[in-house]
C-alpha cells in the first residue's frame, strides 16, 4: 500500500511563505503524476498544483505566480513552495499520487497537513 506524508504546514503571517514537503512509501517516478490538494473549511476539495512524470506542471488560477511544485526523484519527494501566502490559501493541505494500470485510475493519499495565514 503506497503511503504519502505530509510535512511543512504551520501557521504564518499574510506576505509569509512555507515550504511543504510529501514523501512517498515507493519510488514516485512509478506515478504518472503528483499533486497538492486543499480543502478550506465548508469548502471543496481542489487542486492547487502538480506534476507529472513527464515534466509539465499545472497550477490552480488562484496559486499561479506564487507557489512552485517540484519533484526530487532521488527521495521519492515531491515539493510545494508557498509564497505571498494570503488568508485564503488557510486549509488543510493534501499530498496526492495518481498511478493507471491499463484504464484503470488509482488515488493515493496523504493524511494532510495544515496551513494557517493570519491577516
Known amino acids: 500500500q503506497v503511503q504519502l506524508a505530509e510535512s511543512g504546514g504551520g501557521l504564518v503571517r499574510d506576505g509569509g511563505s512555507l515550504s511543504l514537503s510529501c514523501e512517498a512509501s515507493?519510488?514516485?517516478?512509478?506515478?504518472?503524476?503528483m499533486a497538492w490538494y486543499r480543502q478550506a473549511p465548508g469548502k471543496q476539495r481542489e487542486l492547487v498544483a502538480a506534476?507529472?512524470?513527464?515534466?509539465?506542471?499545472t497550477y490552480g488560477d488562484s496559486v499561479k505566480g506564487r507557489f512552485t511544485i517540484s519533484r526530487d526523484n532521488a527521495y521519492n519527494s515531491v515539493y510545494l513552495q508557498m509564497n505571498s501566502l494570503e488568508p485564503e490559501d488557510t486549509g488543510v493541505y493534501y499530498c496526492?499520487?495518481?498511478?493507471?494500470?491499463?484504464?484503470?485510475?488509482?488515488?493515493?493519499w496523504g493524511q494532510g497537513t495544515q496551513v494557517t495565514v493570519s491577516s
Open positions: 515507493e519510488s514516485i517516478t512509478s506515478f504518472f503524476s
Open positions: 496526492n499520487a495518481v498511478r493507471f494500470s491499463g484504464p484503470s485510475r488509482t488515488d493515493y
Open positions: 506534476i507529472f512524470s513527464s515534466g509539465p506542471t
